[in-house]
């Protein structure tokens, strides 16, 4: 079929139909997602967002979800920027604050019907998730 042969010529990805699922099924998320570039950075197990919002992703992790997983880790990460989780945790203990956030963001989406939670739903799915500090100006 010729959209088939489209994807094999423009060789996409999972993350590009994540992305177009996003834009076309979820217009809020969208709104936020593409003002920003999608960062690789296999340093972080999973995904991550610094404080000023950039989104980063683990591509050797990425290649293991299917595209509604990745659309809700997508979300997920989009959360914590909504949430302004970064500049909200003052003094507040790191880990707690972030296992705290997943929780509420896990639940808005899973509630919400955004993607696939990843390992069964648990509003904790994502505790490897990691809050990058903003790279230096």
């Known amino acids: 079929n010729h959209y088939e042969r489209l994807e094999l010529i423009m060789a996409v990805t999972s993350l590009d139909k994540a992305k177009v699922s ?5 217009p809020f ?5 593409m003002k920003r570039k999608l960062i690789e950075d296999r340093t972080i ?4 967002v610094d404080q000023r919002g950039q989104i980063y992703y ?3 992790w990425f290649d293991k979800l299917s595209v509604d997983e990745i659309v809700f880790v997508l979300a997920h990460e989009i959360g914590h920027v909504i949430g302004q989780h970064a500049s909200r945790r003052g003094t507040r203990h790191a880990k707690k604050w972030n296992i705290a956030g997943d929780a509420w963001i896990n639940d808005m989406l899973t509630a919400a019907g ?9 509003t904790t799915s994502c505790q490897n998730h990691q809050m990058a500090p903003a790279p230096a100006v």
């Open 45 to 48: 197990p999973t995904a991550a």
């Open 22 to 26: 996003i834009v076309t099924t979820h």
């Open 114 to 122: 955004v993607g696939t939670p990843i390992d069964g739903g648990s």
């Open 29 to 33: 998320f969208a709104a936020i997602l």
């Open 58 to 60: 683990n591509p050797d």
